[in-house]
Antibody, heavy 121, light 107 residues
Framework: EVQLVESGGGLVKPGGSLRLSCAAS????????FNWVRQAPGKGLEWISF????????YYADSVKGRFTISRDNTKKSVFLQMSSLRAEDTAIYLC??????????????WGQGVLVTVSS | DIQMTQSPSSLSASVGDRITITCQAS??????LNWYQQKPGKAPKLLIY???KLQTGVPSRFSGRGSGTEFTLTISSLQPEDIATYFC?????????FGQGTKVDFK
């Protein structure tokens, strides 16, 4: 069974940093890309970053470019999102989503349950 | 960025009804259109990808059509477990963007 489990969320002050993790199991990790998608409370979905299976292709939404860094560790079957210079508008549930796309985001065929990040003083 | 506009924003229907949700893209996205279902407090679930391809395990009452800028998701016979919010998403080019969602509930 495919499982994606996010961790690392919490309350952080504006300007602070946080590192999210997404632990995967139940499939061949290094043959899939991964995305981070966020959902502000009561709002819609916003794609924020993608990393390819080969770790060669990495992309970011303009809203987080220069502040967030996506990475993956195939030995640990995990994907990470390092978030810095956090703003109130980054408050959201952050979801990890698996992607069969090899070069760029395609469709998101499995999702984690998400982790809440709250940016507030 | 491509803007995805769904209509209606919400709809109420009865068990057994046929319902259709529309997703319009602000520019041509060929058939790079996906649909997701999200229930309250849960992660989204992929229903359909590449406009019409049914994800494994998704009931056949769900179907997708369209091309270019106009797409539809149809549930042929609404079931109680279909109460959810539905999102479309394009993956024609970066960045992928989502529609604002269509909330489906019972009359």
């Amino acid at each position: 069974e495919v499982q994606l489990v996010e961790s690392g969320g919490g309350l952080v002050k504006p300007g602070g940093s946080l590192r999210l993790s997404c632990a995967a199991s139940g499939f061949t990790f290094d043959t899939y890309g991964f995305n981070w998608v966020r959902q502000a409370p009561g709002k819609g979905l916003e794609w924020i970053s993608f990393v390819s299976a080969s770790n060669t292709y990495i992309y970011y939404a303009d809203s987080v470019k220069g502040r967030f860094t996506i990475s993956r560790d195939n030995t640990k079957k995990s994907v990470f999102l390092q978030m810095s210079s956090l703003r109130a508008e980054d408050t959201a549930i952050y979801l990890c989503a698996r992607d069969p796309g090899r070069l760029e985001p395609s469709y998101f065929d499995h999702w984690g349950q998400g982790v809440l990040v709250t940016v507030s003083s | 960025d491509i803007q995805m506009t769904q209509s209606p924003s919400s709809l109420s229907a009865s068990v057994g009804d046929r319902i259709t949700i529309t997703c319009q893209a602000s520019q041509d996205i060929a058939n790079y259109l996906n649909w997701y279902q999200q229930k309250p407090g849960k992660a989204p679930k992929l229903l359909i990808y590449d406009t019409y391809k049914l994800q494994t395990g998704v009931p056949s009452r769900f179907s997708g059509r369209g091309s270019g800028t106009e797409f539809t998701l149809t549930i042929s016979s609404l079931q109680p477990e279909d109460i959810a919010t539905y999102f479309c998403q394009h993956c024609d080019h970066l960045p992928p963007t989502f529609g604002q969602g269509t909330k489906v509930d019972f009359k």
